[in-house]
């Protein structure tokens, strides 16, 4: 199984980005997903998740900024970020977890099973 995010890169405060995490091996139809992000010198904190059949999502105080959504049918998981802050530069991280249940999200990063290689987003001011 392997998960891989992209779309990060460097953004002007203000800007906007959408990363995308793509399984290998994995159906996500299947599996509650989850964004996380990891600054420098700081702990992996908990963005948004989202169950499996995608009517229910869950966000950490990001002021609404951020978006979470799915394709089941292109295996993909979306993360819309807008008004960027430089306090938003982190490695970004996708997750997901395999579940019976289609309306289950999990917002702590020990309930996930797998994990991508992460994205690194920078926001210059």
């Known amino acids: 199984v392997q998960l891989q995010a992209f779309g990060g890169g460097l953004v002007q405060a203000g800007g906007s980005l959408r990363l995308s995490c793509a399984a290998s091996?994995?159906?996500?139809?299947?599996?509650?997903m989850g964004w996380f992000r990891q600054a420098p010198e700081k702990e992996r904190e908990f963005l948004a998740a989202i169950s499996w059949c995608g009517a229910n999502t869950s966000y950490s105080d990001s002021e609404g900024r951020f978006t979470i959504s799915r394709d089941n049918a292109k295996n993909t998981v979306y993360l819309q970020m807008n008004s960027l802050k430089p306090e938003d530069t982190a490695v970004y991280y996708c997750?997901?977890?395999?579940?019976?249940?289609?309306?289950?999200?999990?917002?702590?990063?020990?309930?996930?099973?797998?994990w991508g290689q992460g994205t690194l987003v920078t926001v210059s001011s």
């Open positions: 997750a997901a977890r395999e579940t019976y249940y289609s309306g289950t999200y999990y917002d702590r990063d020990n309930d996930y099973d797998y």
């Open positions: 091996h994995l159906s996500l139809s299947r599996a509650a």
